[in-house]
Nanobody, 121 residues
Framework: QVQLVESGGGLVQAGGSLRLSCAAS????????MGWFRQAPGKEREFVAA????????YYADSVKGRFTISRDNAKNTVYLQMNSLKPEDTAVYYC??????????????WGQGTQVTVSS
């Protein structure tokens, strides 16, 4: 069992940066790949980024590639999402998830409650 709690969301102007954190409870955190997803109002939840259990492999949606960076610290049971050059279209609730490490939502077993990111133009 893994419990996930996101933090770090907020309101930022276009071009700005935010760093999201996802703290995990449970001794098995390091055995899970982790992912970040987001859901904008009226839209389906979509993949943002994923990282392997070791941190050695990362994957990004084309829409965030070059702007966002996913990382993890297994000693701290935490995964991060550094978001730079934010755009209004990045506005969404951001969720972290533990599981398969792919872009497929159904491969993730555990989800956080989400944190709101709002980018003003």
């Amino acid at each position: 069992q893994v419990q996930l709690v996101e933090s770090g969301g907020g309101l930022v102007q276009a071009g700005g940066s935010l760093r999201l954190s996802c703290a995990a409870s449970g001794r098995t955190f390091s055995s899970y790949a982790m992912g970040w997803f987001r859901q904008a109002p009226g839209k389906e939840r979509e993949f943002v980024a994923a990282i392997s259990w070791s941190g050695g492999s990362t994957y990004y949606a084309d829409s965030v590639k070059g702007r966002f960076t996913i990382s993890r610290d297994n000693a701290k049971n935490t995964v991060y999402l550094q978001m730079n050059s934010l755009k209004p279209e990045d506005t969404a609730v951001y969720y972290c998830a533990a599981g398969g490490g792919s872009m497929r939502i159904y491969e993730y077993d555990y989800w956080g409650q989400g944190t709101q990111v709002t980018v003003s133009s």
